[in-house]
């Protein structure tokens, strides 16, 4: 589960899985992240590596659209 903080302005999430590669592409920010997805398509299979409780693991997943609720909170 993700819970979240607020430091100053900022809501942060934190827990949960950190997304450290797409498709063998080392992710170092959100911006990285965003560059990789938006050359993907929604159906698309991607593999995520993740950092899950302090251990690395390899998740293969579909692409789906972002539901308008989650659109509003970017």
């Given at each position: ?27 170092s920010s959100r911006d990285d992240l965003d560059r990789t997805l938006n ?16 251990r690395r693991t390899t998740l293969t997943v ?13």
């Amino acid at each position: 589960p993700t819970n979240e903080v607020q430091i100053g302005r900022y809501v942060i999430p934190v827990g949960g899985d950190i997304i450290v590669a797409v498709d063998g592409q080392k992710i170092s920010s959100r911006d990285d992240l965003d560059r990789t997805l938006n050359n993907k398509n929604v159906g698309d299979r991607v593999q995520l590596e993740v950092v899950r409780g302090g251990r690395r693991t390899t998740l293969t997943v579909q692409l789906a659209e972002l539901p308008r609720s989650a659109r509003q909170r970017l």
